[in-house]
């Protein structure tokens, strides 16, 4: 499966964004898709996870409340709602995809192995 990410921009402390996944493939339906960000100067981090159904979502501490992942299947898209945004949230978005990922292992980088170009979001206090 191929991924392209989209969404990012310029906005202000307190504004919102919503990011986007595209991918292609007739079988996305059944992957795990999980959005990571990369700061400059630091490791690429976990921000949210979300099942191949929907059911089961997971997030870092840091967005909890103020991040929502979610898809459509129909369209191939999973979304990152972000509100309340923080200058700390400024980074490279990146969507990943994995057919079977543990749920030990939804925030590890490792366990996805398709990924997207990434969106930059930058946040200006």
């Known amino acids: 499966v191929q991924l392209q990410a989209s969404g990012g921009g310029l906005v202000q402390a307190g504004d919102s964004l919503r990011l986007s996944c595209l991918a292609s493939g007739r079988t996305f339906s059944g992957y795990t898709v999980g959005w990571f960000r990369q700061a400059p100067g630091k490791q690429r981090e976990f921000v949210a996870a979300?099942?191949?159904?929907?059911?089961?979502?997971v997030y870092t501490d840091s967005v909890k409340g103020r991040f929502t992942i979610s898809r459509d299947n129909a369209k191939n898209t999973v979304y990152l709602q972000m509100n309340t945004l923080k200058p700390a949230d400024t980074a490279v978005y990146y969507c990943?995809?994995?057919?079977?990922?543990?749920?030990?292992?939804?925030?590890?980088?490792?366990?996805?192995?398709?990924w997207g170009q990434g969106t930059l979001v930058t946040v200006s206090s």
């Open positions: 979300i099942r191949s159904s929907g059911g089961t979502t």
């Open positions: 990943a995809a994995s057919r079977s990922v543990i749920y030990s292992s939804l925030g590890s980088v490792e366990a996805y192995g398709n």
